[in-house]
């Protein structure tokens, strides 16, 4: 996979902290911000589609059974 470096602005203390944490987990803060970038994507992405694929169910429709009309009258829904 080809690669591109990016500057990246964090602040001091945060970039400190996933220093340590990178030194914990024996990787680099280029493979942990990759790894929660693409998580981040991912997400995102499967967002975004689930949200299509409801809207497109929303704009067919659904069968109610009532062939577009109430089988019902107001009046029948609050009798009393």
């Given at each position: 996979?080809?690669?591109?470096?990016?500057?990246?602005?964090?602040?001091?203390?945060?970039?400190?902290?996933?220093?340590?944490?990178?030194?914990?987990?024996?990787?680099?803060?280029?493979?942990?911000?990759e790894?929660?970038?693409?998580?981040?994507?991912?997400?995102?992405?499967?967002?975004?589609?689930?949200?299509?694929?409801?809207?497109?169910?929303?704009?067919?429709?659904?069968?109610?059974g009532?062939?577009?009309?109430?089988?019902?009258?107001?009046?029948?829904?609050?009798?009393?």
């Amino acid at each position: 996979m080809e690669k591109q470096n990016i500057t990246l602005s964090l602040s001091k203390d945060v970039l400190r902290r996933v220093k340590v944490l990178a030194a914990e987990q024996d990787t680099s803060v280029t493979a942990i911000m990759e790894r929660l970038l693409s998580e981040y994507a991912t997400h995102h992405e499967g967002y975004r589609q689930a949200r299509q694929d409801h809207m497109a169910l929303l704009r067919s429709g659904f069968d109610l059974g009532t062939e577009g009309a109430p089988s019902w009258t107001r009046e029948e829904l609050h009798e009393r």
